[in-house]
């Protein structure tokens, strides 16, 4: 009974003893009450709960991300089409025909080997340098090189006539009078002696009478120049407008001293002047700071080169087509006349693009290097022209300059219409055109003067009618068979003057 009693009471005391430890763990520990670890084991779960969520809804959209997939794939596979233009269709907005560019180009030179091989195996090769150098000095006389030393004569004229303007010798009656004799000399001088001396060869009168024609449209802006300086001088203004040639800072970046009126006339100026690469007189022309002398080279050998090529495909091309062609206009016959025409309009538009860039890019540039000329702007994107009036703006910058600046403006302020100016801007351009090329082959046939004349009214269709790519496609025929084509009339006819019982 003892032990029994006992036994239960140690019972007794370790039941109490677990159930103290049980309610001891309720008590805080650590400064946390039993609601707060509560709380954090619910957000536990809570935490456990939202990722699991977001886990199922994961896979729930890659899930479906797989299921578009294949639905994607069986599109496709069901259908290849979409609306979208053609290539070649100008609504597709492609432009990039670098890989046709090519092939007219490889077609252009495939053609054109093929032409020359033929011309070597029907003529040999008839390429002689002597002959045109005979050209030029035919005579022991050597009249374009005199002639050309004469020009002088008429540049010391002008300046002399200037100098006693400045001073107030001359009247400015009496300037102008002076100076409308010596332009009008110049031009009817060379002609005259042209003309009149049967040892004088067509291509030593055209550079003759080129050289005049450059001399003259110069001497006629130093004219005006100066009258317009002047005029400013007489109102006292302390500056010229800068289209009267007034000297501005961007000029002078290379150190040049500036220039004013009457401290320009001075043999050194009109030079200078004569020999740049320009037909329109400043004062104070831009200037280069330096001559860069590997440009200078290469622009050197680009003139031998084309001056060569020029000489060799005229020999070797040009002249056997229009002997052939011959027979053909004396006789009339139509078809074969278009067929040789056709002929000559290729090879003369070959050499005319080969006599652009070696004389306004080759030739101006090495001039304009050689006397630091600033102003290289001899020519714009006229291969581009959209108009006819384009292409006569840009292609040929300083002439261009010379009749805006000297003729157009001018007729614009005596009160004279748009049209009406542009209209003597065309017959002034075609006037020297049959100048340049009647006079030296000795015949009067106005085929140049026609065909400048004939731009007025093709300038007005291709305006009216055509746009675009079909408007740029109308200025290059004109180039192609234009006024090209009447040169080559006037050598055919010069070939049928001259040597007509040879060709038969």
């Known amino acids: 009974m003892g032990d029994s009693g006992a036994t239960g009471a140690l019972t007794r005391r370790r039941r109490a003893t677990l159930a103290a430890g049980k309610g001891a763990d309720l008590l805080p520990m650590n400064g946390r009450s039993a609601a707060v670890r509560q709380s954090s084991v619910t957000t536990d779960i809570t935490r456990d709960n939202g990722q699991a969520k977001r886990n199922r809804s994961l896979e729930t959209v890659q899930s479906k991300s797989k299921t578009e997939k294949r639905k994607n794939d069986i599109r496709e596979r069901l259908s290849c089409h979409k609306t979208q233009e053609s290539l070649l269709s100008s609504a597709s907005g492609y432009n990039n025909y670098r890989g046709i560019l090519n092939w007219c180009v490889v077609m252009l030179v495939l053609s054109n080997a093929r032409l020359f091989l033929e011309n070597l195996l029907r003529y040999g090769v008839l390429v002689d340098p002597i002959q045109v150098i005979s050209l030029f000095l035919n005579d022991s006389y050597s009249w374009p090189a005199c002639l050309v030393i004469v020009s002088n004569m008429f540049i010391l004229v002008a300046l002399y006539t200037e100098r006693q303007l400045s001073k107030g010798s001359f009247t400015e009656l009496v300037g102008f009078l ?4 010596n332009l009008a000399i110049m031009l009817t001088f060379p002609a005259a002696v042209v003309l009149l001396v049967p040892s004088m060869t067509p291509v030593g009168g055209a550079v003759v009478l080129g050289t005049y024609t450059i001399l003259f449209l110069k001497l006629y802006s130093y004219k005006d120049v100066n009258m317009w300086c002047r005029e400013q001088s007489t109102v006292k203004a302390k500056t010229l407008a800068r289209s009267l040639s007034c000297p501005s800072a961007q000029h002078f970046n290379g150190g040049d001293r500036k220039v004013f009126y009457p401290g320009n006339l001075t043999i050194r100026d009109i030079y200078y002047f004569v020999s740049a690469p320009t037909l329109c007189y400043e004062l104070n022309f831009p200037r280069s700071p330096n001559i860069r002398i590997g440009f200078l080279l290469r622009r050197l050998l680009e003139m031998l080169f084309f001056t060569q090529l020029l000489v060799g495909l005229t020999q070797q091309w040009m002249i056997p087509i229009i002997q052939s062609s011959m027979k053909p206009l004396e006789d009339m016959d139509l078809s074969r006349m278009t067929e040789r025409l056709l002929r000559l309009a290729v090879p003369n538009h070959l050499l005319w693009l080969m006599f652009f860039y070696g004389f306004f890019h080759s030739s101006m540039n090495f001039t304009a290097e050689l006397l630091r000329f600033g102003d290289r702007e001899f020519y714009k994107d006229w291969w581009n022209s959209e108009t006819v009036t384009y292409f006569w703006q840009n292609w040929n910058i300083p002439v261009h300059k010379w009749c805006l600046r000297h003729f157009y403006r001018p007729l614009l302020r005596r009160g004279f219409s748009k049209m009406v100016s542009q209209s003597a801007v065309f017959f002034l351009s075609a ?70 019982q040879e060709a038969t």
């Open 431 to 500: 006037f020297f055109h049959e100048y340049l090329v009647s006079v030296p082959l000795r015949m009067f046939r106005l085929w140049a003067f026609m065909g400048m004349m004939a731009q007025l009214p093709l300038a007005w269709f291709v305006g009216r009618f055509l746009r675009g790519n079909y408007s740029n496609a109308a200025v290059w025929i004109s180039l192609i068979i234009g006024q090209p084509f009447a040169i080559l009339m006037y050598v055919h006819d010069y070939y049928v003057l001259h040597y007509r």
């Open 178 to 181: 002076v100076h409308c004799i």
